[in-house]
């Protein structure tokens, strides 16, 4: 089934929203699911957030665009954050930033010995975090989510000492900036909404 076309112009922007990067195929195409809503009498829409763009695909980068931008807006050249060892946000921000000219440096969950993180033997987004070129240091998931506002700390006064400037990042990018992420993509959903003649329930 191939995906509704996104519409002509881009939903008109009803807020003051502060600074953004472009870096998503945004709008994002709205399409029908048409045998599902056969089969359950009501229509299904899915917003084709898998299609923001190749290995970015998702719907991270909408926090990113704002989160990205306060960090240029602030002078900062690298980026903390943190997340599993396949986080699709680290993934992103790693990618991001390399493409942006960031410094990237991943604080990541897991317990080594049970993963296959050898050089030669990284996968999935932990190896496109490799690629990408950020630094990666993980840490045993008991007493990460306890240690992690030091560990962000001593990252960023470590990167102090050799002449960074640091913008933390908190898991997820879910914060009131990266908030501002998905603002934006309910303005983008009502205009969803007008050209398909959608009334949502509520």
Same mark, same amino acid.
């Given at each position: 089934?191939?995906?509704?076309?996104?519409?002509?112009?881009?939903?008109?922007?009803?807020?003051?929203?502060?600074?953004?990067?472009?870096?998503?195929?945004?709008?994002?195409?709205?399409?029908?699911?048409?045998?599902?809503?056969?089969?359950?009498?009501?229509?299904?829409?899915?917003?084709?957030?898998? $299609?923001?763009?190749? /290995?970015?695909?998702?719907? &991270?980068? @909408?926090? +990113?665009?704002?989160?990205?931008?306060?960090? @240029?807006?602030?002078?900062?050249? %690298? $980026?903390?954050?943190?997340?599993? +060892?396949?986080? *699709?946000?680290? @993934?992103?921000? %790693?990618?991001?930033?390399?493409?942006?000219?960031?410094?990237?440096?991943?604080?990541?969950?897991?317990?080594?010995?049970?993963?296959?993180?050898?050089?030669?033997?990284?996968?999935? *987004?932990?190896?496109?975090? %490799? /690629?990408?070129?950020?630094?990666?240091?993980?840490?045993?998931?008991?007493?990460? %989510?306890?240690?992690?506002?030091?560990?962000?700390?001593?990252?960023?006064?470590?990167?102090?000492?050799?002449?960074?400037?640091?913008?933390?990042?908190?898991?997820?990018?879910?914060?009131?900036?990266?908030?501002?992420?998905? /603002?934006?993509?309910?303005?983008?959903?009502?205009?969803?909404?007008?050209? &398909?003649?959608?009334?949502?329930?509520?």
């Amino acid at each position: 089934m191939e995906p509704s076309s996104s519409p002509e112009a881009p939903p008109p922007k009803t807020l003051s929203f502060p600074a953004k990067l472009s870096l998503a195929n945004t709008p994002t195409p709205l399409q029908k699911l048409h045998h599902v809503s056969e089969s359950l009498g009501v229509n299904i829409w899915l917003k084709r957030d898998d $299609l923001t763009g190749s /290995v970015l695909s998702g719907n &991270k980068i @909408r926090k +990113l665009e704002f989160t990205l931008a306060e960090a @240029r807006e602030q002078g900062c050249n %690298a $980026l903390i954050t943190c997340g599993g +060892l396949q986080s *699709n946000h680290c @993934r992103a921000t %790693a990618l991001l930033g390399a493409q942006r000219g960031f410094d990237v440096h991943l604080i990541l969950r897991g317990d080594i010995s049970d993963t296959n993180v050898g050089i030669l033997l990284l996968d999935g *987004n932990l190896l496109l975090d %490799a /690629v990408a070129g950020a630094h990666i240091e993980t840490y045993p998931q008991q007493g990460f %989510a306890k240690n992690l506002n030091q560990r962000f700390q001593d990252k960023a006064e470590a990167l102090r000492a050799a002449g960074k400037t640091s913008f933390i990042i908190p898991t997820g990018a879910s914060d009131d900036i990266g908030c501002w992420g998905y /603002v934006s993509a309910c303005e983008e959903l009502s205009w969803d909404f007008q050209q &398909k003649g959608i009334q949502p329930f509520g």
